[in-house]
């Protein structure tokens, strides 16, 4: 019921600023990102974000309908944080993507790959990443399929 309250267009699906909104009012409900810094929340919320798009918006339409997104395995893990903390559900969480442990590890790999610093990941950043170890065709391939799925939703 929460997603389609986000729904923005009232077309059952949801825009990636629609999923901002939904993982930001989840927030406050999830005990594993109690301690979740002032200045980490907008990082978390692209991050996961980013990841319900990945898997979901299969068309690379900058959409993803709501009734997939409710049968997703990533939304499922999501929602796992829904869990009050104990020792159990603690040890089980240490292999959620969302865990804010993975969430700090994801963006301080980001921070090391933005060798400029300016938010984005450019061929000179991507050329550092595994000590080099991508070639500059896995680099520029990489960037042209990035630019024409950024294209096509414009």
Request: charged share 25%.
């Given at each position: ?21 939904y993982?930001?009012q ?89 060798g400029?610093?300016d ?36």
């Amino acid at each position: 019921i929460y997603l389609y309250y986000h729904d923005s267009v009232g077309d059952n699906h949801l825009r990636e600023t629609d999923l901002e909104a939904y993982v930001a009012q989840m927030l406050p409900s999830l005990p594993p990102l109690a301690n979740l810094e002032p200045n980490m929340h907008t990082q978390y919320k692209r991050l996961a974000v980013r990841k319900l798009m990945f898997f979901n918006d299969v068309n690379s339409r900058g959409v993803v309908k709501i009734q997939d997104l409710l049968v997703s395995s990533q939304l499922a893990e999501f929602l796992e944080l829904r869990q009050e903390m104990t020792p159990e559900t603690e040890s089980n969480l240490i292999t959620n993507w969302y865990s804010l442990p993975n969430a700090r590890r994801v963006y301080s790999m980001f921070l090391d790959l933005d060798g400029d610093m300016d938010g984005v990941l450019s061929r000179k950043d991507m050329a550092h990443f595994m000590g080099g170890g991508l070639t500059s065709f896995f680099i520029d391939m990489l960037f042209e399929e990035h630019v024409e799925r950024w294209a096509s939703k414009a």
